[in-house]
Nanobody, 124 residues
Framework: QVQLVESGGGLVQAGGRLRLSCAAS????????IGWFRQTPGKEREFVAY????????YYSDSVKGRGTISRNNAKSTMYLEMNSLKPEDTAVYYC?????????????????WGQGTQVTVFS
């Protein structure tokens, strides 16, 4: 069992930046692929970013490409999502997740463990 705890959410003015963190415990973090998703009320969980287990391959949704950076520190069992040029439409609950290597990275159902989520609200 892997436990994930997100932090770093909050209120941010449009155009600003933030850095979300996700600390993992209870498992072999380095062996998992990592994803960040977000969700707004009434909508399905949406893929945001992905990094593979060694930090080599990264993918981003079109909505954050060029504004987001996903990274991981396996020594600290922590993953990060940095976003800049934030927009009101980035407002959502952001979730980190881990899945087995080779995960179908865009699909939420492919991930095995999830954090509890952290709220990000972007105001104009």
């Amino acid at each position: 069992q892997v436990q994930l705890v997100e932090s770093g959410g909050g209120l941010v003015q449009a155009g600003g930046r933030l850095r979300l963190s996700c600390a993992a415990s209870g498992g072999t973090f380095s062996g998992y692929d990592i994803g960040w998703f977000r969700q707004t009320p009434g909508k399905e969980r949406e893929f945001v970013a992905y990094v593979d287990w060694i930090g080599f391959r990264t993918y981003y949704s079109d909505s954050v490409k060029g504004r987001g950076t996903i990274s991981r520190n396996n020594a600290k069992s922590t993953m990060y999502l940095e976003m800049n040029s934030l927009k009101p439409e980035d407002t959502a609950v952001y979730y980190c997740a881990v899945g087995p290597s080779g995960t179908n990275y865009r699909s939420a159902v492919a991930y095995s463990y999830w954090g509890q989520g952290t709220q990000v609200t972007v105001f104009s």
